[in-house]
């Protein structure tokens, strides 16, 4: 991979980090098993300790105190709840010190060494539309329903990107896929529509969620939750991060859980 020119603080977390409204799907979980027999994914995080100055959800059925996600600021290290648009019950994600929230459905933590705001990043936003063609993405966004295999099909088949073959992973209680996804090829950003790579969004005809250079990259959980498709996403802005940063965001990104109440 190759490295990305820094963004200024400020310009990054708003090119990058649309408001992302609450989570249509994004999640997925901790504990993540494959169902394959020769790979498994991490085992779950142990909860952390809470956060003391945030009010519990009251639909909670969980006997611990498990509090909402901050709309936007510094939050604590804790678990919390994320609600999930179209499901009723909120997945929950465990963070521990030094992160951020934004909007109530995107988390980031900066690297120290790195100039860029949000060296790391979960996105938990809604992926409704897929665009055909990343860089001329204007007038490509297509709708690709609510099945998790139909958003898999279309990232897979989006020009100007390239993913990994879906793996099967469990997600909580329910069967889900992860793969990666990355700009293929040197691709000019400058070249593409507003200068980025639209990958999807919330919206037919203007993009919520892309890449503001070629090195930017993502892991994907696609769940299917009782029928309807959760996505969540771990990125990076390229391969100079710490890697203990990066380890620590995979970590919360397996923390994610999803279960069922009968």
Known sequence: MTFVTPL?????????????VTIALIGCLGGC????????????????????????????????????LPESGDIDAGTYLVPVAGYKEPFEITVPGG?????????????????????????????????????NWRGALADVGPAAEAFIRAM??????????????????????EFDHSVEG???????????????????YHCTHWYSTQNERETYRVVDVAG???????GYIDESINPELMREARTVFDSIV???FK
């Not at 690297?111 to 990343?134: C, K």
């Not at 040197?186 to 037919?204: Q, Y």
């Not at 309807?228 to 771990?234: F, G, I, K, N």
């Open 186 to 204: 040197d691709v000019d950003t400058t070249a593409c529509n507003t200068g980025k790579f639209c990958i999807h969004s919330e919206m037919m």
């Open 99 to 135: 992160w951020s929230a934004l909007d109530g459905n995107s988390l980031g933590k900066d690297d120290p060494d790195h100039p860029a705001e949000w060296a790391v990043s979960l996105t938990l936003g809604p992926a409704f539309y897929v665009s055909q063609d990343a860089c």
């Open 258 to 260: 999803f279960k069922s």
């Open 156 to 177: 897979a088949a989006q020009s100007s990107t390239a993913s990994t073959p879906a793996v099967k992973v469990r997600v909580g209680d329910y069967p889900g896929f």
């Open 33 to 68: 098993e494959y169902e394959s027999d020769d790979a498994s994914l991490p085992s779950p995080s142990s909860p952390a300790s809470e956060a003391p100055t945030v009010s519990p959800l009251p639909e909670s059925r969980d006997s611990r105190k498990v509090y909402p």
């Open 228 to 234: 309807r498709r959760a996505v969540v996403a771990m």
């Open 8 to 20: 200024a603080k400020p310009t990054q977390r708003l090119r990058r980090l649309l408001p992302l």
